[in-house]
């Protein structure tokens, strides 16, 4: 491997809480981050993650400041046969980005991020959330697919594959990705590019953070907004079916520009849904527009016209607040069950199927959403990333949400109650971004058939499986 210097962020303030315990003392003289140990101020703050569900307690946590950071970290941990994970924006469900008892690499304060708005690219550290992006590239009418949620951080969702709203017409957020660059288990610091490195490149887009630490992400940007045809129509849950069967018609027809997703649960209490609807089952047809407003008005007119709706939000509106329409549904601190399938399409059954349980949860958060794919997603050949599921055209994710834990059991239970009465529908693979902690067979669906070619890498860069926090590959 070719290695080349490492640079780091400019942040230069001294921690704020050292470390005094032997060995950490040592492993806090080399890093300028802080290294919080259990009984530290912060060190809960620090160890929240935004599934409530994950109460995980590390041995340490450092938080990094830049590449030196990750460098001394990486090498302290090895040195002393330590395991490690891997922290960057904390949004994953599975809760891989902490460990008991192990050491947190915690990125999510390297929030580097530099647009260029004549190469139209952006290149931005791991700490980096979907809003962060957004809010600098918005400024120069720019865009690349960045999830559907501003909390989401950016280095898992291009890690994962990165769906979203624009993924139809822009691609995933992995297919945008130019270059990377990363730390690997024998601590070189390279580059992972088309040029550099390509079997590594290929391998870090769609297969998760089983192959290095990436400390910088430089994706294309697309010209889009600040102003956007966006938003969402709402029916009540009597009109299901009838809205389901219209709309699985109409996507049929609409160009790759626009990107949905249906949403199901109860509505919230908010101001632009009639009071008499809240807190009572509806189904959403929820939309983005990545293109000429006009051109979208015509394109969404059929919908518009479709039906009974409660409510019609679907308006121009600047993109970076329709980015945060799920915000409020997907807050940091409650209790959070996934479970996922991959759907070739919405046959009658399936749609009857999923309306029969859809409401069934007693949580009023809870809510499952199928988003559209196709379009850019699907012209890229499965074997050309490691994404494998380009052949799918719908993903289904079942979101059992609540607060208290008395009750978990009652809300698992429904999650995966829906999701096996899914399972005939599915294309028997999963998003890997939305698969929770569900064994070597379900990691294998989220690869697909490239798994055996991600072992393969795995194998070249981490062939001792240090990163092995994650939806992991084994390299044995």
Request: hydrophobic share 40%.
């Amino acid at each position: 491997m070719t290695t080349r210097r490492a640079t780091t962020s400019a942040d230069t303030s001294p921690p704020s809480t050292p470390a005094t315990s032997a060995p950490w003392a040592v492993l806090q003289e080399h890093v300028r981050g802080d290294v919080l140990l259990p009984a530290a101020p912060g060190y809960d703050e620090a160890r929240a993650l935004w599934n409530a569900m994950i109460d995980k307690r590390p041995a340490a946590i450092v938080r990094c400041t830049g590449v030196a950071d990750v460098l001394a970290t990486l090498r302290f941990a090895r040195e002393r046969d330590i395991p490690l994970a891997v922290r960057a924006g904390g949004h994953n469900v599975a809760g891989t980005a902490l460990r008991d008892d192990g050491l947190v690499l915690d990125l999510s304060r390297m929030k580097g991020i530099r647009v260029d708005p004549v190469a139209r690219t952006v290149r931005l550290q791991p700490g980096i959330l979907n809003g962060d992006l957004d809010h600098e590239t918005q400024a120069f009418g720019l865009a690349v697919t960045s999830g559907i949620a501003s909390t989401t951080g950016l280095s898992g969702l291009t890690l994962g594959g990165g769906i979203g709203w624009l993924m139809r017409a822009f691609g995933l957020t992995c297919d945008n990705l130019r270059a990377a660059d990363v730390v690997t288990a024998d601590g070189a610091f390279i580059t992972a590019s088309e040029e550099e490195h390509p079997d590594l490149f290929w391998a870090l887009r769609g297969g998760g953070g089983n192959f290095g630490v990436v400390t910088s992400f430089t994706l294309d940007l697309h010209p889009l907004g600040p102003t956007v045809l966006a938003g969402a129509i709402l029916y009540p849950a009597s009109a299901a079916g009838e809205v389901l069967r219209f709309y699985r018609d109409y996507i049929e027809g609409v160009p790759n520009a626009l990107g949905t997703i249906v949403l199901l649960r109860y509505a919230p209490e908010v101001p632009w849904i009639p009071a008499a609807h809240w807190r009572q089952p509806v189904v959403a047809i929820l939309a983005c527009y990545a293109g000429d407003i006009a051109a979208g008005a015509e394109v969404l007119r059929p919908l518009k016209a479709f039906g009974s709706p409660i409510a019609d939000i679907i308006e121009p509106k600047p993109y970076t607040l329709h980015q945060r329409m799920f915000d409020a549904s997907a807050p940091p601190g409650l209790r959070y069950y996934w479970k996922s399938h991959y759907l070739g399409g919405l046959s009658d059954d399936a749609i009857d199927t999923l309306l029969a349980r859809a409401w069934r949860t007693s949580s009023l958060r809870s809510y499952t959403i199928i988003g559209r794919m196709g379009g850019a997603v699907g012209r890229v050949d499965a074997s050309a990333t490691a994404f494998a599921h380009r052949d799918a055209q719908h993903v289904l994710n079942i979101n059992g949400v609540w607060t208290e834990p008395a009750e978990d059991e009652v809300h698992v239970e429904w999650t995966r109650d829906l999701f096996t009465a899914m399972e005939p529908f599915s294309t028997g693979g999963v998003y890997v971004n939305f698969l929770g902690n569900e064994g070597e067979d379900r990691v294998r669906a989220a690869y697909g058939a490239n798994y055996d070619r991600l072992v393969e890498v795995k194998r070249r860069y981490d062939p001792d499986n240090v990163f092995n926090s994650n939806q992991n590959i084994v390299p044995g």
